[in-house]
């Protein structure tokens, strides 16, 4: 039988499949084309099917026009692959990314969010995309439109009027501005934009290459397969892969580029608060793989690798070292980094109890309400019965270890802090926003009127306007919370890392200021005087597509008197960091060296 024969049967066997799992209440839906604005009402429900092929990257994306949906993949057998709900509300995205590991037919439901404050009646439409089999070519015009959209977006938001001037950030624009070419790719843009996002000092500032751009890149990129850390600047291997002992290794070179070729790059385009570092490197170890990628080669065939091994500074040279696939590259991940002591946290927080040394040692990991059970109420609960067993045993000596937390909700810092103060204490000198309204909410979720009405009403809730022309926060809106009755009276040690950031580093920056707590491991990744977070404004490129988000609310804290220099974060009194054999073997020295403090107090 010929090739294209065969070909024509199992066209016509997933045809007839397709048209035999549709039915009724089924939609069939052609893959690269949108379907046309459709109508839902509250109570009401829409299924659509169609075919994915073995090992291709799909973007889903239903696009809301007035009423907030949530998305439902299932799979042939009716289990559920993924449920979306971003927040969005009635406007934007909702967005599900997927590659089948056989070629099948699948169904997607959207219906709407079933809240009193969604639309009773609303439109959407629906597009299954391909990955592109190239990336696409922009005229110098397009991506100039968007560089000015971007650029301009900044400075009427203020973002990077903090810790530079006016002419510091618009002469960096002007470099970077100069680099575009005709028929650049979005990913070719996105790189020499990135670094003038990381040029706003901001750590919440955030730049993505578009969507088709990371659809590309999944389907036809190849990935460094190894996990890495930073310690002093170095970079370190954690695991080994197949034949190649690799683990505890120091990089030199990859395909021929230095470390410090490398390291460089990764740091122009990773944001942080003002001069800070701490949080660049932690952010880098987690996606090496994904910045090399984007940087220096989209599909090497393999990798020459130049290490050294740090005990006994020899060379070791490995060549051919296969590259992965996205998907490879995800499994690889998954399993590795379970065998890593402490690379990641399991429950978002954790009390132990040590009666013998009366110690109590508090792991809060995050802030964010969403990863307790009921909440906000939950993570009080939690808090109140610790400090209420911690009370009852008469504990001298409380551990606070904050080295993961990159933040959260709003006010939760200071439900902690409430815990460990005996009076309330001014938390901001002040917040502010830069406006009301902005010119550029066309390209961003606020583009529909009734959306952007709200969020300036939302705005105006928070915010007046000053006499002096500022937009400040209403006094007590950001008020700290009232001492609670069993707050801790004992000595007290915070645990601090790059990845203390946004709440976690402004709640070390509540403790430096209002108790006597000792500081050990390194600067915190968040800025000591403030940062701009709350609010964001999501925003995307009209012509490169490039997605990213702008803080709004400048939150600047009541400093003290410490030394701590301008746009840094707050720094350890006791500076430790672990060695790459003790950081493999699970050995937390930092926890080990607050013992040792207890124990000679």
Request: with cysteine; glycine share 6%.
């Amino acid at each position: 039988m010929k090739k294209d024969s065969i070909a024509i049967l199992v066209f016509l066997f997933f045809s007839l499949s397709a048209n035999a799992q549709v039915g009724k209440n089924l939609i069939p839906l052609k893959i690269d084309k949108v379907t046309a604005d459709l109508t839902l009402k509250q109570g009401e429900e829409t299924s659509f099917s169609f075919l994915l092929k073995k090992d291709f990257y799909y973007l889903i994306t239903v696009e809301q026009k007035g009423i907030d949906v949530t998305i439902r993949l299932k799979d042939y057998n009716g289990k559920t692959i993924q449920d979306v709900d971003s927040p969005n509300g009635r406007f934007g995205s909702e967005k599900i990314v997927f590659s089948p590991d056989s070629t099948a037919n699948f169904t997607l439901t959207v219906k709407p969010l079933a809240e009193t404050t969604n639309a009773k009646e609303g439109n959407y439409s629906v597009l299954v995309q391909s990955p592109p089999k190239k990336l696409k070519q922009l005229s110098y015009k397009a991506l100039e439109q968007d560089f000015n959209i971007l650029k301009n977006a900044f400075i009427e938001t203020h973002v990077g009027l903090w810790y530079n001037t006016y002419t510091q950030f618009d002469s960096l624009c002007n470099v970077q501005k100069s680099k575009i070419r005709d028929k650049m790719t979005a990913l070719d843009f996105y790189q020499l934009v990135a670094p003038v996002v990381t040029y706003t000092k901001e750590g919440h500032s955030a730049i993505q290459p578009a969507e088709e751009t990371n659809n590309y890149i999944r389907q036809n990129g190849r990935y460094f397969p190894f996990l890495v850390k930073i310690l002093d600047k170095r970079v370190y291997i954690l695991n080994d892969l197949d034949n190649y002992k690799t683990k505890g290794m120091l990089i030199s070179k990859i395909n021929g580029n230095s470390i410090e070729t490398i390291m460089q790059q990764f740091l122009t385009i990773e944001p942080a608060d003002g001069y800070n570092t701490t949080s660049k490197y932690r952010w880098i170890e987690t996606a090496f793989s994904k910045y090399y990628l984007r940087f220096f080669e989209q599909q090497p065939n393999a990798f020459n690798l130049e290490l050294i091994n740090p005990k006994t500074s020899e060379k070791i040279s490995y060549s051919q070292v296969p590259a992965l696939s996205f998907k490879q590259y995800g499994k690889f991940a998954s399993k590795e980094t379970k065998s890593i002591p402490n690379y990641s946290y399991k429950e978002p927080a954790t009390l132990k109890i040590d009666t013998v040394n009366s110690t109590a040692t508090l792991v809060v990991n995050t802030f964010s309400t969403s990863s307790y059970k009921d909440g906000r109420k939950g993570f009080k609960e939690f808090l109140a019965k610790g400090f209420q067993d911690i009370a009852a045993h008469k504990i001298q000596h409380l551990v606070i270890d904050i080295r993961k937390n990159e933040g959260g909700a709003q006010g939760m810092e200071d439900h902690l802090m409430s815990y460990l103060i005996d009076k309330e204490y001014p938390k901001y000198k002040y917040a502010e926003i830069p406006s009301f309204t902005y010119s550029f909410l066309d390209y961003t979720e606020y583009r529909n009127k009734s959306s952007r009405d709200d969020f300036e009403k939302e705005l105006r809730g928070e915010f007046y306007r000053s006499n002096d022309g500022r937009y400040l926060d209403i006094p007590g809106k950001y008020k700290s919370d009232t001492p609670q009755v069993n707050h801790f009276k004992g000595d007290v040690y915070i645990l601090i890392g790059g990845l203390s950031f946004s709440g976690g580093s402004e709640f070390a920056a509540l403790a430096k200021n209002y108790t006597k707590a000792h500081f050990i491991g390194e600067e915190t990744g968040g800025g000591y005087y403030g940062n701009t977070s709350g609010y964001f404004i999501h925003y995307t490129l009209p012509n490169s597509k490039l997605t990213g988000r702008i803080p709004l609310i400048k939150f600047v804290v009541e400093e003290k008197q410490n030394g701590i220099p301008f746009g840094h974060g707050v720094m350890p009194d006791y500076e430790v960091q672990p060695k790459i054999e003790e950081y493999l073997n699970g050995y937390d020295i930092e926890m080990e060296f607050v013992k040792k403090l207890i124990k000679n107090k």
